[in-house]
């Protein structure tokens, strides 16, 4: 059994910077595996965000290179989604997907003046 758990969610004004944590547990190869960041914004389907494969390579969705940068500690099972310049249009439900398989609960993240 593998658990998911996001934080780090919060309120933030244009131009700020949130650090998202996803965190796994249970029996897993952590460092085996691809980690993905999705986000789903109110009435808009879910879009990948950012990827983190086992080997340390990555990619972003257009809107947030340059802006967000994803990494990993296999050590903690975590990977972290660091956000700068954040945007009223980054406001979604942020979730991760472990091993293309497992998800969290997700966590908000709200840009507003």
């Known amino acids: 059994q593998v658990q998911v758990v996001e934080s780090g969610g919060d309120l933030v004004q244009p131009g700020g910077s949130l650090r998202l944590s996803c965190a796994a547990s249970?029996?897993?190869?952590?460092?085996?595996?691809?980690v993905d960041w999705y986000r789903q914004a109110p009435g808009k389907q879910r879009e990948l965000v950012a990827g983190?494969?086992?080997?340390?390579?990555?990619n972003y969705e257009g809107s947030v290179k340059g802006r967000f940068t994803i990494s990993r500690d296999n050590a903690k099972k975590t990977v972290y989604l660091q956000m700068n310049n954040l945007k009223p249009e980054d406001t979604a439900v942020y979730s991760c997907?472990?091993?293309?398989?497992?998800w969290g609960q997700g966590t908000q993240v709200t840009v507003s003046s």
């Open positions: 997907n472990i091993g293309r398989q497992f």
């Open positions: 249970g029996t897993i190869f952590f460092r085996l595996v691809t």
């Open positions: 983190i494969t086992s080997d340390g390579s990555t």
